[in-house]
């Protein structure tokens, strides 16, 4: 049955995520620690950004964010190798890969012509996202960060990017390299 809207939604327990019991932990230091320390990075957080959106709009989040991450650093969706967007909802996913590839959104929201990109399916959420996986309140980041810097090694890959929509209106990308 539909959650949000009972009459014509089309969000329902089986194409939501779980909330999971779940637990990571990551140790984030700068690279000259690590060094000092005699560790061995697994990754490195290249550059992050917060975006706002309209709260009505929360699930797009992660789009806004990365808009602003390739405006920073001049990476494109060309450049990511495997994409982790964090799956509250399997329809939001699928907005998100439909404002990505859109140059009417980009045109909507940030006045350009040309849209941010299209998803290639392989590298998208590749074990599956949050409805597979479950979405472990508290410790989404470390999940998809680790997701994917484990699978840019597995791949002998570099380039990452990990987003998530947070409820209220916000969104957050994170730039991931593995040497």
């Given at each position: 049955r539909?959650?949000?809207?009972?009459?014509?939604?089309?969000?329902?327990?089986?194409?939501?995520?779980?909330i999971t019991d779940s637990a990571a932990g990551m140790v984030v230091m700068s690279e000259s620690e690590a060094k000092k320390r005699?560790?061995?990075?697994?990754?490195?957080?290249?550059?992050?950004t917060y975006a706002g959106l309209d709260p009505?709009?929360?699930?797009?989040?992660?789009?806004?964010?990365?808009?602003k991450l390739f405006a920073k650093t001049g990476f494109s969706m060309d450049d990511i190798e495997v994409m982790e967007i964090n799956e509250a909802f399997a329809a939001q996913v699928?907005?998100?890969e439909r404002a990505f590839a859109s140059s009417e959104f980009a045109k909507a929201h940030w006045g350009e012509d040309k849209a941010l990109g299209t998803i290639?399916?392989?590298?998208?959420?590749?074990?599956?996202?949050?409805?597979?996986?479950?979405?472990?309140?508290g410790m989404t980041g470390a999940r998809l960060v680790l997701t994917v810097l484990h699978e840019l090694r597995e791949r002998?890959?570099?380039?990452?990017?990990?987003?998530?929509?947070?409820?209220g209106g916000q969104g957050v990308a994170?730039?991931?390299?593995?040497?």
């Open positions: 539909p959650f949000f809207d009972r009459k014509n939604g089309t969000v329902t327990a089986g194409n939501s995520s779980q005699g560790l061995t990075p697994l990754g490195y957080l290249r550059e992050y009505k709009r929360m699930g797009l989040g992660p789009v806004f964010a990365t808009h699928i907005g998100c290639n399916p392989d590298i998208l959420n590749i074990n599956g996202g949050a409805v597979a996986l479950g979405h472990p309140v002998g890959q570099q380039t990452g990017l990990a987003t998530l929509c947070i409820g994170l730039l991931l390299e593995v040497e």
